[in-house]
């Protein structure tokens, strides 16, 4: 048994799902593949969210280009069959939703809309294998995947969730099961998110539960390498990675991997395969554990648009601990992405992900306490196993806004 995990990039348009159909049908045994919302789709909701809720006269015709996207996949894959019964329906809801008043959530609204975009894009998978002979059961991870309800970054109930998972995905009368990423669904079945990304956490969770062979995340690479090609010339193929290393990478910024991934195939041993959907022929780069010493290249990780959020106590008093509890909590719960913190005598320095969200606003409440400055359009280098050389040649002609090292681990917020 295993499970697959198949991004937004490999599904974005009729010619992709074909060659995600070739993949799967290629493997033998029981499997679960986890599918993520097509192309940019998501991107294209979240431009539909901001004008559902704001009652803004684009968001008609926002929907109707996410709903032209599909139609044009579908008719890439189906031909003159027309449209799945299923998606329509899922078209249907979501343009009745969008004639409703929003709440007063925006957390609430985004999860309830963003789904939409797994759901079609798993429709459309599951419907496509089954018209091409190879008869799959489609499924709603929400109703086993539960969570709390901190919408757009839902905690995950694991004693329940794993117990649902094992009552729905029982393989009794199919081989192969589809379903979505990203998403789940509280006690009162209100949809939830895992976070951006989050389709791999989702991976991990149906995989630790069914105690699987292996999970592969399948990506347009060949597997994890040295830095971003896109960014980065010359860079080298890993092979293989412990989970501590793999963890390190995410946490810092590396976008192959969603961060929440490697606990849940950690604790049950099963390791990660990072595949390229282009040649799966390819090994690519398992992840898993390691008990000897492994001679790793330096890895770069490049996180673009940060700011940097600089906090000086307004009576001139030193940062106490007192300062840090109270900026934490306050970070928590404005669901602030917080990537590196520093603290001086007088300055607690916060690294965050640019919000789109007025800064100014959000810091409002603590600048009783805070004189508060900013700089924005930054860069967070990290790089992993580094040297004296490398270091010299990463930060030549850049300002240096925020520098942290440690054994293994250089962190230097930068600005070209």
Known sequence: MKVFKFGGASV???????????IIKSERGKLVVVISAMGKSTDLLETLIKAY?????????????????????????????????????????LEHKLQTRPSYDYNFEYDQIICFGELISTHIVSDYLNASGYTNTWMDVRTCLKTDDTFRDAKVDWEWTEELIK??????????????GFIGSTTTNLTTTLGREGSDFTAAIIGSSLLVKSVSIWKDVPGILSADPKKMDGTVMINELSYKEAVEMTHSGAKVIH??????LHNQGIPLLVKSFVEP?????????????????????LKENQVLITLSAKDFSIISINDIDRVVNFLIDKLIKVTLMQQSAIDLNIVADASDENLEEIFDELS??????????LTLVTIRHYTEEVLDWMVKEKDIYLEQHSRLTARMLVKE
């Open 368 to 377: 009783e306490h805070y004189n508060i400055r900013y700089n924005t359009g």
């Open 281 to 301: 022929q390819n090994p690519g780069t398992v992840i898993h554990k390691i008990d000897h010493k492994i001679e790793l290249p330096p890895i770069f990780i």
């Open 259 to 264: 961060p929440k991934t490697m606990q849940p």
């Open 167 to 180: 009552t729905e995905f029982t393989f009794a009368d199919t081989n192969l099961y589809i379903t979505q």
């Open 12 to 22: 974005k348009d009729a010619e992709a799902v074909e060659n995600v159909y070739q």
């Open 53 to 93: 809720y704001n009652n803004s006269d684009k968001k008609q015709a926002i929907f109707e280009a996410f709903k032209e996207y599909h139609l044009e996949i579908i008719e890439g894959l189906f031909g003159e069959k027309g449209m799945p019964q299923e998606v329509y329906q899922l078209f249907m809801e």
